[in-house]
């Protein structure tokens, strides 16, 4: 295991279509080199998943005619689309409001919450079915419309070829949703995305015993996509925690979704140096045991999570379907709610290896690990408050009725460097997250 450091490694950069590799721990190199800017620098070779097969440069490769910063939700969303994928640096400079307009500029005419409130009560409408099938001119329908309205605001589609990165310590958005969908070579890095709060959620009686209110927007996607790198990102749900969002019909009104969702077949995907924190349901890897969705997803879905803060968490850190999952070099600290971190879903192969978990009194370590389908986990050298512990073992002791099988079936190979457990609470405490790239 390597000696920690913040960058123990070494970028290659691509500039005016020319090849240079660039020392950026400080250490001695036997000739000079030039450095290019963050926005500049690619997916170090084996950093990942997301280095696998042709690399990720993103919009390394841009001309100056291609390079944009950008002040405001229009203008990062014109960038986006100008130009297609050709390579381009999308500059993020200052917060970003997407959805500056408010909750009552995407109502339609004729919504009226009241109303949905009255006509959908399970002491009338009943919990026996949902409500998919109700006409445009009810207040489902004018929810459905209303929603379409906030849909195309908050969403922002980010092409092949391109590196979105925030300028400084204090670049990011409020409100968005980045779309990273069915495109190849996406570098996001350095920005802090607050939640989206979905002003429409659905109530869907059906889900669970008691129905449930599902929202919509991920901060961000990767969907059908290839050789995506997060790095340097800060997701957190702001100024709008699930404490603060009201309950209707004895339920919470979820106006939250994912902070980051890897799904439908989206493949080479790296997530590193990046704070997840106070949320609930936080990412998903596969979204769903369906048929459909399995036939697209099998084969695919592999991830490499390392050196992230995953903090005052609910659960999903992440919940895994099918992929091959290798998350190392993380540091899990749970708050009040903690459900559980890592979910084995169906078919998935995850290795969690040399992470740190912090509970607080009264959270057991088997809780960790949580069992949606039977599947293969690999888990060696990860510590629980100071302690080595085996998490599929103490799993098995704490959840008798859940019991996990060890031995993932696979090695992961593309890691740059594994540090020592005992340093990565300091490690990543002090370099990850959004202000802290270098």
Known sequence: MRTPTCHARVISALVGGTALVLAVTGTASAHPLHRAGPDRQVLPAEDGWAAYGTGTTGGAAADPAHVYTVTTW?????????????????RVKGTIDADGPGCDAFAVPGYDFA??????????????????????????????????????????????NTTVIGVGRDAGFKGA??????????????LAFESPLDCFPQWDPTDTADGNW?????SAVVHGSTHVWMDHDTFTDGEHPDSTLPSYYGRIYQQHDGEL???????????SWNVFEDHDKTILVGNSDGAATAAV???HLKVTFHHNLFRNLVERAPRVRFGQVDSYNNHFVAGDGFSYSYGIGLESQLVAEHNVFTLPDGARAGSILKKWKDAPV??????VNGRPTDLVAVHNAQVPGEILRSGAGWTPVLRTGVDRPQAVPGLVGRCAGAGHLR
Do not use: C, H, M
């Open 378 to 383: 690999t888990a060696g050298d990860n510590y």
């Open 115 to 160: 109303a949905y409130l009255k006509t959908y009560d399970p002491a009338v409408w009943g919990r026996a079915r949902n409500l998919d099938g109700e006409p445009d001119d009810s207040p489902e329908g004018l929810r459905r419309a209303s929603a379409a309205r906030q849909d195309a605001s908050v969403k922002a589609d980010v092409p092949a």
């Open 297 to 299: 997803d099998r084969g």
């Open 177 to 190: 949703s980045l779309q990273i969908k069915g495109v190849d070579n996406v570098i996001v890095r350095n």
């Open 261 to 271: 969702d890897i799904v439908k077949g989206a493949d080479y995907v790296t997530a």
């Open 74 to 90: 229009e203008q990062f969303k014109a960038a986006l689309a100008d130009g297609g994928s050709a390579p381009k640096i999308v």
């Open 214 to 218: 599902n929202s919509e927007y991920d």
